[in-house]
């Protein structure tokens, strides 16, 4: 016994001066009454150290893996509690076998989630290398950064960084061994590292100059792609914005963190899906080339729908079959006990009854936003006439008649009573003086709804109403009289419509603008071309049933017409048709969803708001 004693205290010795032991391992030991199982543990330490001892000459403290990271009080396990599925995804994305990895699918996956916890262990591994400038041979001075990129720096900033930022300032061990200064809100500096964390706006330049090891780029597959772009020199070339990006930052990366052929740090690339081709798609590709090459591929997928992912029991066990179109044959939704062709069985769904009438209102929509599956080609962007149609005759036109041309046409407000007289007034116009119409709307907003989406989600949203819808038409190789339009709207101020924004598309706008913000009206412009949230918002309002407005046979037939473009990601109208309308329309319906100011005067919440928003009044 006495022999067993001495060798337990020679084993106590040397822990006791591991650089990496000390009296914490040497007092749980202690707690072993059997001295030789104490002696185990002891030999088994040891042989930790000795595996480790590459981690532990360059780490001040021998990292945890990702299962612990997430699970550990003193690390994340008391902030979140990811779904099982993302939990399992964010492990193997920071296994060390990848440098990239790719968060795509459909909403309500969790993708978000899975890409911020795993750039924040990544940035745990950075923080504890005792010299990460001497490891990756770079001036001592210069920044390490990781990055949150979005189309906007606003989105990148208000979604991504500050729910980073949140949830470090909510870990016990960042708060002990990473401090930063809290009072900094625009990016995340530490102490003792010359480590940030900072968003960025979506531009090839924004990173410029930056030592970029990692981060996280969303709505990689809504950025712009355009083809013959005032950017590139070929009228016939195509310019990709994320393409750009990606390259700028890849590059960066490979310049200054590659290390035994392998990049180092993870970049996280995260996008809903938009359209058959796009980047995630392209990442996937890449994947599956590396696969066929080397057996193994540097770039993790994760591409989920929701009820792959959330918890058991949130969805019906009841499904219904839809076939999602193959680019030749349109998707559609089966029958009961229908079988599917052969040929269409790789691109057929299961979906839980939950999602039904989603899928049976908007069957391209559903499939992108629900089931996560990119559709191929050209598709009317609001597939479902009906919803048009109704939406479209419940109110009066204030106009009388719709259209004019301020030459041989005029047009007449009869005096009847104003709606909702107290609901402050949006008006947009789509401005022209030759070849197009010119469009002008003017809205407001009446109240607010619950809308379902389904799988337990849940939307407060406004109902627009639409005053009037005003059609001017250019005739005889006339140019629109702009100033009649500027009187047009102090004519419908002084008849007692509370007027409070007014917006152009930006065409021959500028003197309008003056005017009417010498005026006291809000006015600037919001662009229809520049982003699709405009009429995303309208597209939701019309499949939700939350827009109405009069009848007009021009408003819908452009709503009919007009489809979603993927190469340029915008609305567009036919060859031969037009959208002018659709356009005052769409910024009215934007306009009035994504004040603030709507929802305080309706006493709702504006953090309930689930609204694409960009630039506006």
Same mark, same amino acid.
């Given at each position: 016994?006495?022999?067993?004693?001495?060798?337990?205290?020679?084993f106590e010795g040397e822990l006791m001066h591991h650089?990496?032991?000390?009296?914490?391992?040497?007092?749980?030991?202690?707690?072993?009454?059997?001295?030789?199982?104490?002696?185990?543990?002891?030999?088994?330490?040891?042989?930790?150290?000795?595996?480790?001892?590459?981690?532990?000459?360059?780490?001040?403290?021998?990292?945890?893996?990702?299962?612990?990271?997430?699970?550990?009080?003193?690390?994340?396990?008391?902030?979140?509690?990811?779904?099982?599925?993302?939990?399992?995804?964010?492990?193997?994305?920071?296994?060390?076998?990848?440098?990239?990895?790719?968060?795509?699918?459909?909403?309500?996956?969790?993708?978000?989630?899975?890409?911020?916890?795993?750039?924040?262990?990544?940035l745990y591994r950075l923080l504890l290398l005792r010299?990460?400038?001497?490891?990756?041979?770079?001036?001592?001075?210069?920044?390490?950064?990781?990055?949150?990129?979005?189309?906007?720096?606003?989105?990148?900033?208000?979604?991504?960084?500050?729910?980073?930022?949140?949830?470090?300032?909510?870990?016990?061990?960042?708060?002990?061994?990473?401090?930063?200064?809290?009072?900094?809100?625009?990016?995340?500096?530490?102490?003792?590292?010359?480590?940030?964390?900072?968003?960025?706006?979506?531009?090839?330049?924004?990173?410029?100059?930056?030592?970029?090891?990692?981060?996280?780029?969303?709505?990689?597959?809504?950025?712009?792609?355009?083809?013959?772009?005032?950017?590139?020199?070929?009228?016939?070339?195509?310019?990709?914005?994320?393409?750009?990006?990606?390259?700028?930052?890849?590059?960066?990366?490979?310049?200054?963190?590659?290390?035994?052929?392998?990049?180092?740090?993870?970049?996280?690339?995260?996008? @809903?899906?938009?359209?058959?081709?796009?980047?995630?798609?392209?990442?996937?590709?890449?994947?599956?080339?590396?696969?066929?090459?080397?057996?193994?591929?540097?770039?993790? $997928?994760?591409?989920?729908?929701?009820?792959?992912?959330?918890?058991?029991?949130?969805?019906?066990?009841?499904?219904?079959?839809?076939?999602?179109?193959?680019?030749?044959?349109?998707?559609?939704?089966?029958?009961?006990?229908?079988?599917?062709?052969? @040929?269409?069985?790789?691109?057929?769904?299961?979906?839980?009854?939950?999602?039904?009438?989603?899928?049976?209102?908007?069957?391209?929509?559903?499939?992108?936003? $629900?089931?996560?599956?990119?559709?191929?080609?050209?598709?009317?962007?609001?597939?479902?006439?009906?919803?048009?149609?109704?939406?479209?005759?419940?109110?009066?036109?204030?106009?009388?008649?719709?259209?004019?041309?301020?030459?041989?046409?005029?047009?007449?407000?009869?005096?009847?009573?104003?709606?909702?007289?107290?609901?402050?007034?949006?008006?947009?116009?789509?401005? @022209?003086?030759?070849?197009?119409?010119?469009?002008?709307?003017?809205?407001?907003?009446?109240?607010?709804?619950?809308?379902?989406?389904?799988?337990?989600?849940?939307?407060?949203?406004?109902?627009?109403?639409?005053?009037?819808?005003?059609?001017?038409?250019?005739?005889?190789?006339?140019?629109?009289?702009?100033?009649?339009?500027?009187?047009?709207?102090?004519?419908?101020?002084?008849?007692?419509?509370?007027?409070?924004?007014?917006?152009?598309d930006g065409f021959q706008s500028a003197d309008f603008?003056?005017?009417?913000?010498?005026?006291?009206?809000?006015?600037?412009?919001? @662009?229809?071309?520049?982003?699709?949230?405009?009429?995303?918002?309208?597209?939701?309002?019309?499949?939700?049933?939350?827009?109405?407005?009069?009848?007009?046979?021009? $408003?819908?037939?452009?709503?009919?017409?007009?489809?979603?473009?993927?190469?340029?990601?915008?609305?567009?109208?036919?060859?031969?048709?037009?959208?002018?309308?659709?356009?005052?329309?769409?910024?009215?319906?934007?306009?009035?969803?994504?004040?603030?100011?709507?929802?305080?005067?309706?006493?709702?919440?504006?953090?309930?708001?689930?609204?694409?928003?960009?630039?506006?009044?």
């Amino acid at each position: 016994m006495e022999d067993i004693w001495s060798v337990l205290a020679e084993f106590e010795g040397e822990l006791m001066h591991h650089p990496y032991a000390g009296e914490g391992i040497v007092s749980k030991g202690g707690e072993i009454d059997d001295p030789l199982k104490r002696m185990e543990y002891y030999i088994a330490m040891l042989k930790v150290f000795d595996e480790n001892q590459e981690r532990i000459d360059t780490n001040k403290e021998i990292p945890v893996d990702a299962a612990t990271f997430m699970d550990d009080p003193f690390f994340l396990g008391t902030i979140a509690r990811p779904w099982p599925k993302v939990r399992e995804a964010v492990i193997e994305a920071c296994s060390g076998k990848y440098v990239e990895a790719v968060w795509t699918g459909s909403i309500g996956t969790g993708k978000t989630t899975g890409a911020i916890f795993t750039i924040i262990y990544h940035l745990y591994r950075l923080l504890l290398l005792r010299d990460p400038h001497k490891e990756f041979g770079m001036d001592p001075s210069s920044e390490i950064s990781f990055i949150m990129q979005s189309i906007t720096g606003g989105t990148a900033f208000t979604v991504d960084y500050m729910r980073l930022r949140r949830t470090l300032e909510g870990s016990p061990w960042f708060q002990e061994n990473a401090k930063h200064d809290g009072e900094r809100k625009s990016s995340i500096r530490f102490h003792d590292s010359v480590i940030v964390v900072e968003p960025l706006p979506g531009t090839e330049t924004a990173a410029i100059g930056e030592n970029v090891i990692g981060g996280i780029i969303d709505e990689v597959n809504h950025m712009k792609v355009i083809k013959g772009s005032s950017r590139l020199s070929d009228a016939n070339a195509t310019w990709d914005q994320m393409l750009e990006n990606y390259r700028a930052i890849a590059r960066r990366r490979e310049s200054r963190f590659m290390k035994d052929g392998k990049v180092l740090g993870m970049l996280c690339l995260v996008g @809903s899906a938009n359209y058959a081709g796009q980047f995630t798609d392209r990442k996937k590709e890449e994947r599956d080339r590396q696969l066929e090459r080397d057996g193994k591929s540097s770039i993790f $997928i994760y591409d989920k729908r929701p009820w792959e992912v959330q918890p058991d029991g949130r969805f019906s066990a009841a499904r219904f079959r839809v076939f999602c179109g193959d680019g030749t044959q349109r998707p559609r939704v089966l029958k009961e006990n229908e079988v599917a062709a052969v @040929s269409e069985e790789p691109f057929m769904l299961d979906v839980p009854t939950d999602y039904r009438d989603q899928f049976d209102s908007d069957l391209p929509g559903a499939i992108k936003d $629900i089931a996560g599956i990119a559709l191929h080609g050209f598709s009317n962007f609001i597939p479902n006439y009906q919803k048009i149609t109704d939406a479209f005759g419940p109110r009066k036109n204030i106009f009388n008649p719709d259209w004019c041309n301020f030459h041989e046409q005029g047009v007449i407000i009869p005096a009847h009573g104003i709606r909702n007289p107290k609901a402050k007034r949006y008006i947009h116009l789509d401005l @022209s003086l030759q070849v197009d119409y010119a469009g002008f709307a003017m809205g407001h907003c009446s109240g607010f709804t619950v809308v379902d989406r389904g799988g337990g989600m849940k939307d407060t949203l406004p109902i627009i109403e639409i005053d009037g819808l005003l059609t001017i038409k250019p005739t005889g190789g006339q140019q629109i009289p702009i100033h009649k339009l500027k009187k047009l709207v102090f004519a419908l101020i002084q008849m007692g419509y509370p007027v409070e924004w007014v917006s152009l598309d930006g065409f021959q706008s500028a003197d309008f603008i003056q005017t009417m913000r010498r005026s006291g009206l809000r006015s600037g412009i919001v @662009s229809l071309d520049r982003t699709p949230a405009p009429y995303m918002n309208l597209k939701s309002a019309v499949l939700d049933g939350r827009i109405f407005g009069p009848a007009n046979e021009v $408003i819908t037939k452009e709503l009919k017409d007009i489809v979603w473009v993927a190469v340029n990601t915008k609305v567009d109208h036919p060859p031969d048709g037009s959208k002018d309308l659709a356009d005052a329309v769409a910024g009215v319906t934007h306009g009035l969803s994504s004040k603030t100011q709507t929802w305080v005067d309706h006493g709702v919440d504006p953090r309930k708001a689930s609204i694409m928003t960009s630039e506006g009044v």
